[in-house]
């Protein structure tokens, strides 16, 4: 029996579907993240824009295409919001269930396939849901640490549909990052900064457990108030640290963190990056920026500009304000024009490339460390620890590498490799 497993979204998303893929496996199916024939389609859907929706709708579609007889199995944040959408699709449209609880994608895989499941309902997570270790990926793996979110930004609609937030008990989410055969292993969630397990551990605790780790650690998505003297201390003894923070920003201006829900002010957030580079003085901070958001003046967007030159971001991910229906933004205000919004992005992505180039700059003459991750047009490429791109002419045996960066190149730096 072959299985596809397609998924949508954030690496979150794709932990989960590895886990999945994992159970199928052990099931007995071939399976593949690829869309193509196959007797069984799971599509893990997402639901953070209006776009991810419709691309999720857009998906199960193209399943249908592929073997109009097969079953399809929908799950994920989209058919969380939306089941009527895909329970609509028809007679192959097996099961739909949501975000929460996707093990129960595999119980009713074990269950069999014969009887009509479509009604599934999958009640909301309590604790945390522990899952079948994900496939083993060589080069980046992502350990899942937690789910879910209780910070109900005003924009967001994830909380309302991933549940609250729950932990994985600190000896499970540390066996598996000290297991991990990966060069790189990325400790993921929907809000790690929101990690504390049952027994009262935290992400310090757990970076402490997990500090003499052979494979690198790099962290997911952070939040300002995680950062504190006593988490960059816990970071400083993990042995192979990868000094990357994305640190969530989502707008440089008070005015607009206020209408968000964001519970900090620009100061603070400055605050927090003088503190990273105090601890790891080449750390890069990375960040996502929300651009249009309904109460953004033109001063407000002037705020986030500036911010990306005073923080000293390495990357800025930018993008337009998408209205989601459900939350609190979308009840209270009128969202901007989108010829505007775009104006605005452009803008920001313009300043974003002069602050990475200027941070890559630093770099050059200096030694850096590279994971190498594929071949491609007579380059190896990879990410050093701090997350700038790196190219290396020739093909590289894949394991962690030491480099001398030559010159700014492409996407990242050009570089040779370090004689000994």
Do not use: W
Request: charged share 30%; net charge negative.
């Amino acid at each position: 029996m072959k299985a596809v497993v397609y998924t949508l979204g954030c690496k979150v998303n794709d932990v989960e579907s590895g886990s999945i893929i994992r159970g199928l496996e052990e099931l007995g199916y071939e399976v593949s993240r690829e869309m193509e024939p196959a007797d069984l389609y799971i599509v893990n859907t997402c639901a953070v824009t209006a776009e991810a929706e419709r691309k999720s709708r857009q998906t199960v579609g193209k399943a249908i295409k592929c073997n109009p007889n097969a079953k399809i199995i929908v799950c994920g944040c989209a058919s969380e919001k939306s089941p009527t959408a895909f329970l609509e699709k028809g007679g192959t449209m097996y099961a739909v269930t949501g975000a929460q609880r996707k093990n129960q994608v595999l119980e009713i895989v074990k269950a069999g396939l014969e009887k009509d499941a479509r009604g599934v309902k999958i009640e909301e997570e309590k604790s945390y849901e522990e899952m079948p270790l994900p496939e083993c990926l060589k080069t980046r793996n992502f350990v899942k640490i937690q789910d879910g979110c209780n910070r109900f930004c005003s924009y967001c609609i994830i909380p309302y549909l991933r549940g609250r937030s729950r932990s994985r008990h600190m000896e499970s989410a540390a066996a598996e990052i000290l297991s991990s055969e990966a060069q790189e292993t990325v400790v993921t969630g929907i809000d790690v900064s929101e990690y504390k397990d049952e027994a009262g551990y935290d992400l310090a605790d757990l970076m402490l457990a997990v500090q003499d780790a052979d494979t690198r650690i790099r962290l997911g998505s952070l939040e300002v108030s995680l950062i504190t003297e006593r988490f960059l201390n816990a970071l400083k003894q993990v042995k192979h640290f990868a000094p990357q923070f994305h640190l969530s920003l989502q707008s440089g201006s008070d005015r607009v963190l206020k209408s968000m829900n964001r519970h900090y002010t620009r100061a603070e957030y400055l605050e927090k990056c003088r503190m990273i580079y105090e601890a790891f003085p080449n750390a890069a901070i990375t960040t996502d920026i929300i651009v249009g958001f309904p109460t953004e003046s033109e001063e407000d967007f002037e705020d986030s500009l500036r911010i990306v030159e005073e923080a000293g971001f390495a990357q800025v991910h930018a993008f337009p304000y998408s209205p989601r229906e459900g939350t609190n933004a979308y009840k209270r205000y009128k969202e901007l024009p989108f010829a505007l919004k775009k104006e605005r992005v452009e803008r920001l992505i313009e300043r974003a490339a002069e602050q990475k180039k200027t941070y890559m700059e630093r770099f050059v003459g200096q030694v850096l460390e590279m994971v190498p991750e594929n071949c491609f047009d007579g380059f190896t490429e990879g990410y050093s620890e701090n997350y700038i791109r790196v190219y290396v002419e020739g093909e590289m045996e894949k394991r962690p590498t030491h480099v001398c960066v030559e010159r700014i190149f492409k996407d990242g730096v050009l570089a040779k490799i370090k004689e000994k």
